[in-house]
């Protein structure tokens, strides 16, 4: 490959040509146009066959062919700095202005635009008069920053360009996912829930007739297959966390939210759950709020030793967030944990109080959700006393 084909590649790399103006670029042909006092400044890029402009003051059109071109000649004769203050007596110039229309005067300066990876030349900024002209040197320098500048804005946009492509890959990878979370919804849970209810059937018809050893096989099959549902019921909470939207908010009643709360727990005669708030409603995103409160205060039934399970809601409030603090007296979690106990998939390898161990995606799904919503939580635990969890989620 040749030098002027790595030129065109670093070019190309940047994907700008023929993109729409943009303001910023805009901003550096205006100054350079008004600090040297020219009537036209350009930022030009120089293509394999044209020039083009991503930005330009004093032309009518966007790209002319390269064989008319100042800023491809200067490219070619220098890697630095040029300035032509008669440019219809320079020998190499002067072809080039009479195919713009100069007869016997005019000043070209182009200081060169580079990829700052590679220290190729792709373009230059200039500024250009009908007349002969003279440049001072506070007025060259002020180019060369200016075009440093335009560097850096290519470079800038160039990894704005990657990070939009990356973002671009992910969703589509989301948007797998929420497939994948469709398919694992149905065509996976709905043959575990099949087999738990055969299950039920078998013990019911067969508990006189089977052996207790194999009676007991037939328990174990019903735990497993109830501990999947529960991963799968997990995992899917824990992707869906994704989809909050940090601005859908509603106002809610607090009492209604504590009801539906209790209802999906399904709250019996062994377990006491208060709350308290200073406002009775809150302004927050509903679903988020009962994935919050579902994790947490199962949570505390679950891994609760205790005869009577003991759970609190507390709502209060400042300038800036919500606080809810979720109380319970359960078995409470050791401080060495408290900086793993939100990690995906982290099992503490502790039995809940109906035997079974944890899937390690509520507490995880339940920091997403906080963050997805500008939140933050905080943990304050005792061994054998219980924990308190605090919320904040921004008003």
């Given at each position: 490959?040749?030098?002027?084909?790595?030129?065109?590649?670093?070019?190309?790399?940047?994907?700008?040509?023929?993109?729409?103006?943009?303001?910023?670029?805009?901003?550096?042909?205006?100054?350079?146009?008004?600090?040297?006092?020219?009537?036209?400044?350009?930022?030009?890029?120089?293509?394999?066959?044209?020039?083009?402009?991503?930005?330009?003051?004093?032309?009518?059109?966007?790209?002319?062919?390269?064989?008319?071109?100042?800023?491809?000649?200067?490219?070619?004769?220098?890697?630095?700095?040029?300035?032509?203050?008669?440019?219809?007596?320079?020998?190499?110039?002067?072809?080039?202005?009479?195919?713009?229309?100069?007869?016997?005067?005019?000043?070209?300066?182009?200081?060169?635009?580079?990829?700052?990876?590679?220290?190729?030349?792709i373009g230059t900024l200039c500024v250009i008069d009908y007349e002969n002209k003279k440049l001072t040197e506070a007025q060259i320098s002020s180019l060369e920053i200016l075009a440093e500048q335009t560097s850096k804005l290519l470079?800038?946009?160039?990894?704005?360009?990657?990070?939009?492509?990356?973002?671009?890959?992910?969703?589509?990878?989301?948007?797998?996912?929420?497939?994948?979370?469709?398919?694992?919804?149905?065509?996976?849970?709905?043959?575990?829930?099949?087999?738990?209810?055969?299950?039920?059937?078998?013990?019911?018809?067969?508990?006189?007739?089977?052996?207790?050893?194999?009676?007991?096989?037939?328990?174990?099959?019903?735990?497993?297959?109830?501990?999947?549902?529960?991963?799968?019921?997990?995992?899917?909470?824990?992707?869906?966390?994704?989809?909050?939207?940090?601005?859908?908010?509603?106002?809610?009643?607090?009492?209604?939210?504590?009801?539906?709360?209790?209802?999906?727990?399904?709250?019996?005669?062994?377990?006491?759950?208060?709350?308290?708030?200073?406002?009775?409603?809150?302004?927050?995103?509903?679903?988020?709020?009962?994935?919050?409160?579902?994790?947490?205060?199962?949570?505390?039934?679950?891994?609760?030793?205790?005869?009577?399970?003991?759970?609190?809601?507390?709502?209060?409030?400042?300038?800036?967030?919500?606080?809810?603090?979720?109380?319970?007296?359960?078995?409470?979690?050791?401080?060495?944990?408290?900086?793993?106990?939100?990690?995906?998939?982290?099992?503490?390898?502790?039995?809940?109080?109906?035997?079974?161990?944890?899937?390690?995606?509520?507490?995880?799904?339940?920091?997403?959700?906080?963050?997805?919503?500008?939140?933050?939580?905080?943990?304050?635990?005792?061994?054998?006393?219980?924990?308190?969890?605090?919320?904040?989620?921004?008003?």
């Amino acid at each position: 490959m040749t030098e002027e084909e790595k030129r065109i590649d670093a070019l190309y790399s940047f994907e700008v040509l023929d993109s729409i103006p943009e303001i910023e670029f805009d901003n550096i042909t205006f100054l350079a146009s008004t600090l040297c006092n020219t009537p036209i400044s350009t930022i030009t890029l120089v293509d394999k066959y044209r020039q083009w402009f991503k930005s330009k003051i004093g032309l009518n059109h966007t790209e002319s062919p390269r064989e008319s071109s100042f800023c491809s000649l200067a490219i070619e004769k220098s890697s630095k700095t040029i300035v032509i203050e008669r440019l219809m007596e320079d020998e190499d110039f002067k072809k080039i202005g009479l195919l713009n229309g100069l007869t016997n005067s005019g000043f070209y300066a182009g200081v060169p635009i580079k990829d700052r990876s590679t220290g190729y030349i792709i373009g230059t900024l200039c500024v250009i008069d009908y007349e002969n002209k003279k440049l001072t040197e506070a007025q060259i320098s002020s180019l060369e920053i200016l075009a440093e500048q335009t560097s850096k804005l290519l470079e800038l946009r160039k990894r704005y360009k990657s990070v939009s492509k990356i973002n671009e890959s992910l969703n589509l990878k989301y948007i797998e996912l929420e497939q994948f979370a469709s398919v694992v919804s149905h065509d996976i849970k709905s043959p575990i829930n099949n087999i738990i209810s055969l299950i039920h059937i078998i013990k019911r018809d067969s508990e006189n007739i089977i052996s207790e050893e194999s009676f007991e096989l037939i328990n174990h099959i019903e735990e497993a297959s109830m501990q999947l549902k529960y991963y799968i019921d997990g995992l899917l909470n824990y992707y869906r966390a994704d989809t909050i939207n940090l601005y859908d908010k509603e106002v809610i009643s607090i009492r209604k939210i504590i009801e539906e709360t209790k209802l999906m727990l399904n709250i019996d005669s062994n377990f006491n759950l208060k709350y308290t708030t200073d406002y009775e409603y809150i302004n927050c995103n509903k679903y988020g709020l009962i994935q919050i409160l579902l994790n947490l205060l199962s949570n505390g039934i679950k891994y609760n030793d205790k005869e009577i399970i003991e759970l609190s809601v507390n709502f209060s409030e400042d300038s800036e967030y919500y606080c809810i603090k979720i109380s319970d007296n359960g078995i409470g979690i050791s401080k060495d944990k408290f900086d793993v106990i939100y990690d995906s998939f982290k099992i503490l390898n502790i039995k809940d109080r109906f035997g079974k161990y944890g899937t390690g995606i509520g507490l995880s799904t339940v920091k997403k959700i906080v963050t997805n919503l500008n939140g933050k939580i905080e943990v304050q635990s005792i061994l054998n006393e219980g924990s308190i969890f605090k919320i904040y989620l921004s008003k």
